[in-house]
């Protein structure tokens, strides 16, 4: 017998053990491998795989609606078609050019390069085809031409709400407005149809179509009303015949909750039909300068300086100002706007004649400090919050580089810039009680179910005045609608405040003489406010420019339908009955001198604005032997 020697046998034992550890090793690695291409790697593989023999249509999931808060369909969608080509399915490409060529206006000899291309599984032919020209072209049974359900944009009501609600690109997806902010809630999710193919991409025979259908977008509930949008809309497309402005806006916002019932900007565009192929047109006229745009207010800040002087005691109803036409501060001459001076005024006509000396006074009473306290309480220089896109903080200086003369320009509506949205946000403050809220578009959005996804409830930022300062500026600010400049905005029957304005524009840091912007804003109840209505005419051409003569008469004209519709009735009592119908005529002044002018308009029963600084008058409005209502505001221009 031989014998294995020892050696040998350990080398035997070696090689079988390596022979183990490298079949184990491979056996792990194979098992690793698979486990990666199961686990790891299976969905992308699979896709792949998919991808070589299935070819997919989308199908595009229709976008959600926006309705005004009452149900009314203010954007929705309608049926269009993406017509597609593949190559390899395509028996005649001459004939099916010249069939889509035809229907869609398109080049022939291009489509049919396009449609024959090789190593294509694929080519879009036409987005967004409207349903009667497709149904023609499918009557053709074009072979290798297929068709996918789109879905296009539409606004039944075309120019109305045009910067709120915004618009869509060709894909569906929001650009401009609400379309923009809400876009991930309104997109939804897309599905496909998906076809079995060969490898090369031809169609088999016994193909079975299989979809993944779409998820639909929400939909979303304004806080817009469309009668009063419509109000809106109607006055400043009249404002704007009227005046031929650049621009005319609207704003109506419900002073308890914050909530934006109307807005509005004119000159706009109908929204089915934006002005693509001009972008700085689009661009511009699709702005919301409701809610972008800032400008010095004018007279109408002034409520906020008085609202601050009546929080802090700083003034007395009874107490008495004396205006010369100026005030000197910081050596600098102050004018007001009347440079004939408005002479000794109460508090309260201080404010009914807008008188810009009683408001500097105010100001500097109140120091720095504390008017910059309020006008953090009231929102300037902060955005309000509202959802939308770009909002501006508006324009307010640092409070340690503001010199004296800077607070008394502040106190009557200069040196500072607000939006419109924010102007109107804290006379809402001023009024509701003293409480800034916070404004907002959209109070529901809802899945096509009719399920609510998300409610917007009133929010409540901070207290700005205390609700006996508030009182008594409804009441002050009654007064200057009754009695004083707003009194082009009074309906008799009705308690309205408000106050009118007059702001110089800028141009490279200078005024730019002849452009103003005239502005009214009001509320109403006055004893109980529920709406507040700003009307802003961006350089009214002509000689009339004034707040007072350009923009209250449109602010009567839509609280005056907001009466109707919200059935809201005139109270009468017996000083009204006989006073507020009184009508009276306006006298011939053309050619007078400017203090017998006034005097005469004063004697007829009428109040009056003055532009220019000549001793005689050139013109008035109205003309001579027109009817107004006792102390409406009438317009005398000197040289």
């Not at 916070?438 to 899945?447: A, F, G, S």
Request: glycine share 8%; with cysteine; proline share 4%.
């Amino acid at each position: 017998m031989r014998l294995i020697k020892p050696y040998t046998l350990l080398t035997l034992q070696k090689r079988v053990l390596a022979l183990i550890v490298s079949v184990t090793f491979l056996f792990v690695v194979l098992m690793g491998r698979l486990a990666y291409l199961q686990l790891i790697a299976g969905a992308d593989l699979q896709s792949k795989a998919a991808d070589q023999w299935m070819r997919e249509l989308p199908l595009k999931a229709p976008r959600g609606n926006i309705y005004d808060a009452g149900g009314r369909l203010l954007a929705g969608n309608y049926t269009v078609y993406s017509i597609y080509a593949r190559p390899k399915s395509m028996t005649d490409p001459d004939r099916a050019a010249a069939a889509l060529a035809g229907a869609l206006g398109l080049n022939r000899e291009r489509l049919r390069e396009k449609i024959s291309k090789k190593g294509v599984s694929e080519v879009t032919v036409a987005r967004q085809v409207e349903k009667d020209v497709a149904d023609k072209l499918k009557l053709q049974k074009l072979d290798g031409i297929y068709f996918s359900e789109d879905t296009k944009r539409r606004y039944p009501y075309g120019d109305f709400l045009t910067q709120v609600l915004g618009y869509t690109n060709v894909d569906g997806d929001g650009q401009a407005g609400l379309e923009a902010y809400y876009n991930k809630y309104l997109k939804g999710l897309d599905g496909q149809s998906l076809t079995q193919t060969d490898i090369q991409g031809t169609e088999l025979d016994n193909n079975v179509t299989q979809y993944i259908p779409a998820a639909p977008g929400l939909d979303l509930t304004l806080t817009i009303d469309y009668n009063i949008q419509a109000f809106a809309e109607a006055a400043m497309e009249e404002a704007v015949a009227a005046y031929n402005p650049i621009g005319a806006s609207a704003l109506v916002l419900d002073a308890e909750t914050g909530a934006v019932l109307a807005m509005t900007t004119k000159n706009s565009f109908d929204l089915n039909d934006p002005p693509r192929d001009d972008v700085t047109e689009l661009l511009a006229r699709s702005k919301n300068k409701m809610v972008v745009d800032v400008y010095e207010p004018g007279s109408t800040f002034k409520i906020f300086t008085t609202a601050a002087a009546v929080e802090e005691s700083r003034v007395k109803m009874d107490e008495r100002f004396y205006c010369p036409g100026y005030r000197i501060v910081d050596g600098q001459r102050i004018r007001c706007w009347r440079t004939a001076g408005h002479g000794s005024k109460s508090f309260r006509e201080g404010v009914d004649v807008s008188c810009n000396c009683v408001f500097m006074d105010l100001a500097l009473r109140l120091g720095t400090r504390t008017y910059y306290e309020y006008m953090n309480k009231f929102g300037f220089g902060q955005s309000t919050g509202i959802d939308f896109f770009s909002e501006s903080r508006g324009i307010v200086m640092r409070e340690e580089s503001v010199k004296t003369v800077d607070l008394a320009r502040i106190g009557f509506g200069q040196a500072v810039a607000v939006t419109p949205l924010q102007l109107v946000a804290g006379v809402a403050a001023v009024v509701n009680g003293g409480r800034l809220m916070t404004p907002y578009l959209v109070k529901e959005i809802r899945d096509a179910n009719g399920k609510t996804a998300r409610i917007f409830n009133p929010t409540e930022k901070r207290r700005a005045v205390s609700e006996q300062t508030s009182a008594v500026m409804r009441d002050i600010l009654e007064e200057a609608v009754r009695e004083g400049s707003g009194k082009n905005a009074y309906i008799p029957g009705y308690k309205i405040g408000g106050k009118t304005g007059t702001a110089q524009k800028y141009a490279n840091g200078a005024i730019a003489q002849g452009k103003y912007i005239s502005s009214f804003v009001g509320f109403a109840p006055a004893d109980k406010p529920k709406y507040v209505v700003l009307v802003s005419i961006d350089e009214p051409q002509g000689y009339a420019y004034y707040g007072s003569i350009v923009a209250a008469p449109w602010a009567k004209v839509i609280f005056e339908k907001l009466f109707t519709y919200k059935n809201i009735q005139p109270v009468f009592d017996d000083a009204e009955r006989t006073e507020d119908f009184k009508t009276v005529e306006m006298p011939l002044v053309i050619g007078k001198k400017a203090a017998e002018a006034g005097a005469l308009i004063e004697e007829a029963g009428l109040q009056y604005e003055i532009d220019g600084e000549g001793s005689v008058i050139l013109r008035q409005m109205p003309p001579a032997g027109t009817r107004l209502a006792a102390k409406s505001v009438v317009l005398i221009q000197t040289d």
